[in-house]
T-cell receptor, first 112, second 113 residues
Framework: AQSVTQLGSHVSVSEGALVLLRCNYS??????LFWYVQYPNQGLQLLLKYTSAATLVKGINGFEAEFKKSETSFHLTKPSAHMSDAAEYFCAVSVPGNQFYFGTGTSLTVIP | KAGVTQTPRYLIKTRGQQVTLSCSPI?????VSWYQQTPGQGLQFLFEYFSETQRNKGNFPGRFSGRQFSNSRSEMNVSTLELGDSALYLCASSSQTGRDEQFFGPGTRLTVL
């Protein structure tokens, strides 16, 4: 079975500080992993994806994530938080011939 | 390319009524998935359609149904609405089943009174 666990439903960081959003996955086959961002009253927008190529994946808006098979993790990071990064972030896993499984989301607050 | 569109954006219904939501995927995409998003439950998968066939289904009661047309547009129907059906309903399209990233529409906000 496939699943995603996002540790921390709420994360607060100061503007300019490191952003670290945690995601652990469970998958019986090599996974494809995704991070999405959702701004208020909008749909989800893809930040980045891992598809079994490079383990360090760079996405939009300065975000990146590292796939660590040994830790079954795919944490999202950004070196310096910006006020515009305040949003809900979702980690997701997909496997061949199956649907996406989303985590419960992490709400990021950026403190000026 | 135009993105995923969903209509209507907002709906208010009363208990017992039924509702139909519409989703137009990105041109060329054949897979359409539906999700229910609520503050307490997060994103819950409803079902996925690929080339007019339901390929995957989540754990929702039979009151929730869907279909996909030959042009890949999809509709979702909820019958006998309950208060707990109030949610943001998101549609996502992708070019294949499962592996490709999903592109989301803005959602339909359903309020059941």
């Amino acid at each position: 079975a496939q699943s995603v666990t996002q540790l921390g439903s709420h994360v607060s960081v100061s503007e300019g500080a490191l952003v670290l959003l945690r995601c652990n996955y469970s998958s019986s086959v090599p996974p494809y992993l995704f991070w999405y961002v959702q701004y208020p009253n909008q749909g989800l927008q893809l930040l980045l994806k891992y598809t079994s190529a490079a383990t360090l994946v760079k996405g939009i808006n300065g975000f990146e994530a590292e796939f660590k098979k040994s830790e079954t993790s795919f944490h999202l990071t950004k070196p310096s938080a910006h006020m515009s990064d305040a949003a809900e972030y979702f980690c997701a896993v997909s496997v061949p011939g199956n649907q996406f499984y989303f985590g419960t989301g992490t709400s990021l607050t950026v403190i000026p | 390319k135009a993105g995923v569109t969903q209509t209507p954006r907002y709906l208010i219904k009363t208990r017992g009524q039924q509702v139909t939501l519409s989703c137009s995927p990105i041109s060329g995409h054949r897979s359409v998935s539906w999700y229910q998003q609520t503050p307490g439950q997060g994103l819950q998968f409803l079902f996925e359609y690929f080339s007019e066939t339901q390929r995957n289904k989540g754990n929702f009661p039979g009151r929730f149904s869907g279909r996909q047309f030959s042009n890949s547009r999809s509709e979702m129907n909820v019958s006998t609405l309950e208060l707990g059906d109030s949610a943001l309903y998101l549609c996502a399209s992708s070019s294949q089943t499962g592996r490709d990233e999903q592109f989301f529409g803005p959602g339909t906000r359903l309020t059941v009174l």
